[in-house]
């Protein structure tokens, strides 16, 4: 399954990694795992990488995308498991950063809840809230013009996991905006990953 992003983007070419630790600069690159995906963005950044995946392999490298500086700073770190169906998306940036690979906002979902679920690294685990929907408007008569979807739902049509995710670093805390899309997984898998997900510091 491709990311599905979509990507409005006029990046220059990646400057060299010879820079000082945590220096703003720009980046396109694919990276083999989550640790260089972190150094690639040489910023005060978590990505986080997920433990539980459904059985589904890792498709491909992780792609990672940063440009801009301070206020105007936007990263983008995406990464796919699992071929079309079943299969998922991550997609994460600095949350105080702008998306600079902005996943795609579809009409057809809708909310299906809101839930509270513990992330973090073991024995560091925080309690966060997270927004749960399916793409399950417009799929049929019986969900045409509905406002909100069943969890059964992001199983039939797809769904989505929105969150923000925080730890702390040497005493640094640090925040993600997370979102998974999935395929053909149920809505208890979905939270299942998105518990499973531990995060990768500099």
């Not at 890792?58 to 169906?85: E, H, L, N, Q």
Request: glycine letters at 10%.
């Amino acid at each position: 399954m491709a990311l599905g992003l979509a990507i409005a983007l006029s990046i220059g070419s990646a400057i060299g990694l010879a820079q000082p630790a945590h220096a703003a600069r720009d980046v396109v690159q694919n990276a083999s795992n989550y640790g260089r995906a972190v150094t690639a963005l040489d910023d005060d950044v978590a990505l986080w990488r997920p433990t539980y995946t459904a059985g589904l392999r890792r498709k491909g490298p992780i792609d990672v995308i940063a440009y801009g500086k301070r206020a105007k700073r936007a990263s983008f770190a995406g990464s796919t498991y699992g071929k079309r169906v079943p299969s998922f998306t991550i997609a994460q940036k600095n949350a105080a950063d702008r998306w600079a690979a902005r996943p795609v906002d579809r009409d057809s979902q809708g909310l299906v809840g809101t839930v509270s679920i513990r992330m973090g690294a073991p024995g560091s685990k925080r309690l966060v809230r997270a927004r749960v929907y399916a793409d399950c408007r417009d799929q049929g008569p019986e969900t045409a013009g509905a406002g909100r979807c069943e969890q059964r739902d992001v199983a039939r049509f797809g769904g989505s996991l929105v969150v923000l995710a925080r730890t702390n670093d040497a005493g640094r805390p640090l925040a993600s905006d997370v979102r998974i899309d999935s395929q053909g997984l149920s809505y208890n898998q979905l939270l299942r990953i998105a518990r499973g997900l531990v995060p990768v510091t500099p």
